[in-house]
């Protein structure tokens, strides 16, 4: 069966030895590519791969023993599922699915995927009805690319040529189970010149063999429309629906290519005509996650006619918002910009996000509001069941909105709700960096129930879950705070009570609010520490954290300087890498800068205070720089330490651990984290010395 | 008074909840309805005919129903209708309704005096007739004025305040048992269980359990709850209070947790209202 000179390739192939059995000659010849295939692994080189597979295979490949064909079926299957199949695609896979060759498994799977990305051509439909009728595939295959072809009708780019194989189509409704699918698409090709007298015979022949049947029917009734001389017979006049709902697995695949191709191109383009019909029922009417921005229709409004009479001598027509591709022509038309129908649209539209930004417009926050506010808690994935399946969508609405954040440089109020409500539900896995990144912009403001909302929820995940989540909830907090201490940099000189909500409060229940949160992540550092046994990566972005919270004084003016907790200083101290022991250096020293700045603001009395650091505050730093300094220089660790956590313990128990120089263990020379930059030093030094003599350094 | 709200009992109404309309105008209903129907004729147009009849032509009817509101502060309710016009005869041509969708909003205080004066606060919905005709309807209301419709399900904990509420309203002749269908979980096979009561004796129950006419708290609701669960326990010996109730069945009216309600009387059609404007008002906030 297999071609005879593939044969001596077996034996150079060393991979055929390690796989061992039946080595099937199209693998080899994988193979023998794939050094150059893996060079561009992008899926398109994958989808022509597998396209070229299916042109060439032979008959009866079984799909459980090749692995080559579930590789390029999956390879056929992702990208149909991602982007769509493009039009050259379905020529070959319909010839595969339709001529019998592979076993029905295959065939299904195949007809499953054929999504269309743009165009179905026509050449391809006639060439698998001729298929159909040599019938070389199942009947089960035979209805399953009928329901395709319904479904896909609008896709295909041409149908003179289907017109002409009406009479095939029509032979077909001889076949019971074909019947009802035959009649849908009889429906959908028949034109005025399709009735014909023998055709209504037949039809009426049918009816009479198998009884009054909603799709002979429907297509009775519609040659009724065409040429009601013709068929004479009475006919209900309405009803409901004549077709079973034959739509199928593809039409929720094509609406998610058609909304991820709208989300790719950088212009909104309007919806895709060819499929104008309502969403597939997964897909509710009334929730799309991405709007195309169109202007409000002002055809017919009495309002509008006489806005419209009054501006006749100035050119003020607005501009419509579908054309506005370019900065430019925003810059040139920002005078007679208007907002589009639906405040939705602007969150995919950086454009419209800018003049958003300059048009301060309660009434158009509050739509967006509630637009927004409404499409997340309707389409989130964990609080409403079963609609898990709907993750990734939901995941790049998600990252929508955290881009036109991060665009605006702030939150969205709906979205800060939307995050109440929904953290104490999430299960910290769903759209997680999405979710974490959300957090980070949540705006600052005096909301009480901040701790039941946001921090014992997180505090609840943050125990319970892996190191890598806890390092993202870190950074995700680390970054709240640095967006709340630009927030209020920022807003420090406008005296506008633009931010509106925020005005109520003082500058201490500001310094309250950061406070809080700055406590808790000292909370859940600590804890979260001696849960990964002082990871050196936890302990990375716990000092990342401190490093903001360290210059708030200087850097962001806010009267606040809170000390990190024992639980964090002391790991980060005697760390066994050198990089936390340099940012707890770092860190300590911007302290200083701070502490120091403030008290002589406080003794210069340059200005009148609001706040004076209580003593408590320097008290503290002290103690711990004291602990510092005696272990790392003065070579005392164990002995001047004052803080009640601290490192303070009797020579008796030290003696016990029997290490030699306790004293000196953790000074700049011997501390195992500095090792590395020791030996590095002994060995510029003296680089014939093998011996490590770290007496040597002084 | 009666007599105008009258179409709008005993019918099945799915309901919706609808944020504030953006620059809705109630003196343009005219204008709206010729768009909506042009609207509408642009869909069928786009090939969706999957149902064939005589029909093309749709006619679109916007009207307001001034006696749909609470206070004087509620924007009173609006009606959409859809009917068929027999293509066969054109003039003097027998409309059929196909499906009727009105906006309503029942001491809605807490929505609209949160709200600037661009908006219209109408936050409940309800819809009969096709799907079909619901969302192109509903698309169009949320392309021209920016709101957003969300189905409104109705929580167990509802329905139960529901089926007190209305079982102690006098009603003149008590012809329909009072009935809760409840739901079982974790079963491989759906079961659904139908408990009915004579309305007098639920009455009668219910007027024990009450302390202040006029008011119910929650610890009455639960009380009346128990009592009915623990009847039912006694007889069949089975625990309702572990299953899901879902439909709720009165002399006053029926609803089902999918959010599917039957006005039965028109002299409690505002309490309903007020009870589904509320719930609708809390999925929007």
């Known amino acids: 069966k297999q071609p005879l000179q593939v044969h001596h390739k077996h034996q150079t192939d060393l991979s055929a030895w390690r796989k061992g059995g039946r080595i099937d000659p199209e693998k080899s010849v994988q193979n023998h590519q794939s050094p150059k295939d893996q060079k561009n692994s992008s899926k398109q080189d994958s989808l022509e791969e597998a396209l070229s597979y299916f042109e060439k295979v032979q008959d009866r490949v079984s799909l459980k023993k090749?692995?080559?064909?579930?590789?390029?079926?999956?390879?056929?299957?992702?990208?149909?599922?991602?982007?769509?199949?493009?039009?050259?695609?379905?020529?070959?896979?319909?010839?595969?699915?339709?001529?019998?060759?592979?076993?029905?498994?295959?065939?299904?799977?195949?007809?499953?995927?054929?999504?269309?990305?743009s165009v179905i051509p026509e050449d391809s439909v006639v060439s698998s009805v001729s298929w159909l009728c040599v019938s070389k595939c199942s009947g089960n295959i035979q209805l399953l690319f009928l329901k395709w072809l319904i479904t896909v009708f609008d896709f295909i780019d041409h149908k003179e040529q289907i017109h002409a194989l009406y009479g095939f189509f029509f032979s077909f409704l001889q076949d019971e189970k074909m019947c009802p699918y035959v009649c849908h698409l009889l429906?959908?090709?028949?034109?005025?010149?399709?009735?014909?007298?023998?055709?209504?015979?037949?039809?009426?022949?049918?009816?009479?063999?198998?009884?009054?049947?909603?799709?002979?029917?429907?297509?009775?009734?519609?040659?009724?429309?065409?040429?009601?001389?013709?068929?004479?017979?009475?006919?209900?006049?309405?009803?409901?629906?004549?077709?079973?709902?034959?739509?199928?697995?593809?039409?929720?695949?094509?609406?998610?290519?058609?909304?991820?191709?709208?989300?790719?191109?950088?212009?909104?383009?309007?919806?895709?005509?060819?499929?104008?019909?309502?969403?597939?029922?997964?897909?509710?009417w009334n929730s799309q996650l991405i709007i195309p921005a169109s202007s409000k229709t002002k055809n017919n409004l009495e309002e509008d006619r006489e806005k419209n009479h009054v501006d006749l001598y100035s050119t003020n027509e607005s501009f419509p918002v579908e054309q506005l591709q370019t900065f430019s022509q925003l810059l040139q038309n920002i005078h007679r910009l208007e907002f589009p129908s639906q405040m939705g649209s602007v969150l995919t539209n950086p454009l419209l996000l800018h003049y958003m930004n300059c048009i301060k417009d309660e009434s158009v926050s509050l739509r967006l509001y509630y637009w927004m506010g409404q499409t997340l808690q309707e389409e989130c994935t964990w609080c409403v069941a079963n609609s898990y399946q709907y993750e990734e969508e939901f995941k790049d609405f998600l990252e929508n909105v955290y881009k036109a954040e991060c665009f605006l440089q702030e939150g969205f109020s709906s979205c800060e709700e939307f995050l109440y409500k929904s953290l104490p539900l999430w299960d910290g896995f769903c759209c997680?960096?999405?979710?974490?990144?959300?957090?980070?912009?949540?705006?600052?403001?005096?909301?009480?129930?901040?701790?039941?909302?946001?921090?014992?929820?997180?505090?609840?995940?943050?125990?319970?879950?892996?190191?890598?989540?806890?390092?993202?909830?870190?950074?995700?907090?680390?970054?709240?705070?640095?967006?709340?201490?630009?927030?209020?940099?920022?807003?420090?000189?406008s005296e506008s009570d633009s931010e509106v909500r925020f005005l109520n409060t003082t500058l201490s229940g500001l310094v309250n609010v950061v406070a809080e949160l700055i406590h808790f992540v000292g909370w859940i550092s600590t804890v979260g520490l001696r849960l990964e046994n002082n990871s050196t990566l936890m302990l990375y972005f716990i000092l990342d954290f401190y490093e903001t919270v360290c210059d708030i004084y200087l850097k962001y003016n806010l009267p606040l300087l809170i000390m990190p907790p024992a639980g964090v200083f002391y790991p980060a101290l005697l760390s066994m890498d050198s990089v936390s022991l340099n940012q707890l250096c770092y860190i300590m020293y911007r302290y200083r800068t701070n502490l120091v700045a403030a008290k002589e603001n406080e003794l210069s009395k340059k200005k009148i205070l609001q706040y004076k650091f209580s003593s408590q505050t320097y008290q503290e730093y002290n103690q711990y720089i004291i602990a510092m300094v005696g272990c790392l220089w003065t070579s005392s660790a164990f002995q001047k330490d004052t803080h009640p956590q601290g490192l303070r313990m009797d020579d008796e128990l030290l003696k016990k651990t029997r290490v030699q120089e306790f004293k000196t263990s953790f000074n700049i020379v011997y501390?195992?984290?500095?090792?590395?930059?020791?030996?590095?030093?002994?060995?510029q030094a003296w680089p014939d010395d093998t011996t490590f003599n770290f007496s040597l350094i002084k | 008074e009666p007599q105008r709200t009258a179409f709008l009992l005993r019918k099945q109404w799915t309901l919706y909840s609808v944020t504030p309309l953006y620059r809705f105008s109630p003196a343009r209903l005219r204008d709206y309805a010729s768009l909506l129907s042009a609207f509408i004729a642009a869909e069928k147009q786009k090939g969706l005919a999957v149902e064939v009849g005589v029909e093309l032509d749709i006619k679109v009817a916007v009207s307001s129903l001034p006696d749909l509101k609470g206070s004087d502060q509620d924007q009173a309710g609006i009606l959409v209708q859809l009917s068929l016009r027999s293509q066969a005869s054109k003039k003097n041509s027998e409309e059929k309704m196909v499906w009727s969708g009105w906006f309503c909003c029942v001491f809605g205080d807490d929505l609209s005096k949160n709200v600037p004066e661009d908006f219209t606060c109408l936050p409940l919905f309800l819809a009969n007739g096709a799907e079909s005709y619901t969302s192109i309807v509903g698309s169009w209301f949320q392309k021209t004025f920016d709101c957003r419709f969300r189905r409104l399900a109705i929580s167990p904990l509802s329905l139960s305040w529901m089926a007190a509420m209305w079982t102690g309203c006098k009603v003149d002749k008590t012809t329909s048992a009072m009935e809760l269908v409840f739901s079982v979980p974790s079963l491989p096979y759906p079961l659904d269980i139908s408990y009915a009561i004579h309305p007098e004796d639920a009455k009668a129950l219910w007027d024990t359990v009450q302390k202040t006419p006029g008011e119910i708290t929650q610890e009455e609701v639960d009380v009346f709850m128990d009592c009915l669960y623990s009847h039912f326990h006694r007889h069949f010996k089975i625990h309702l209070s572990a299953t899901k109730l879902v439909k709720v069945s009165t002399a006053i009216a029926s609803a089902h947790c999918d959010g599917i309600i039957k006005f039965l009387q028109s002299q409690y059609l505002t309490g309903v209202l007020m009870l589904l404007t509320e719930l609708a008002i809390s999925q929007i906030q």
């Open chain 1, 671 to 683: 501390h195992p984290a500095m090792m590395g930059y020791a030996v590095l030093f002994l060995q």
């Open chain 1, 432 to 493: 997680r960096s999405q979710v974490l990144r959300l957090v980070s912009w949540i705006p600052l403001s005096n909301f009480s129930e901040m701790k039941s909302q946001l921090y014992d929820p997180l505090a609840q995940l943050f125990f319970t879950s892996s190191l890598y989540f806890k390092c993202s909830v870190l950074e995700s907090l680390k970054e709240l705070l640095q967006n709340w201490l630009n927030w209020h940099v920022s807003h420090l000189d």
């Open chain 1, 187 to 284: 429906y959908l090709l028949t034109r005025k010149e399709s009735v014909k007298p023998f055709r209504i015979r037949k039809l009426l022949d049918l009816q009479a063999k198998m009884g009054v049947q909603p799709h002979l029917q429907a297509l009775l009734s519609l040659y009724k429309l065409f040429c009601p001389e013709l068929v004479t017979i009475t006919l209900p006049g309405k009803m409901k629906a004549y077709f079973k709902n034959s739509e199928g697995p593809w039409k929720a695949a094509i609406n998610a290519v058609r909304q991820r191709n709208q989300e790719n191109s950088p212009v909104p383009q309007p919806l895709f005509v060819g499929t104008a019909q309502p969403q597939s029922r997964k897909r509710k």
């Open chain 1, 66 to 117: 090749n692995s080559v064909l579930q590789k390029h079926l999956t390879a056929v299957e992702s990208v149909a599922s991602q982007r769509g199949l493009p039009p050259e695609g379905f020529d070959v896979l319909l010839n595969v699915a339709l001529s019998g060759k592979l076993a029905d498994t295959v065939n299904t799977r195949l007809l499953k995927s054929l999504i269309p990305a």
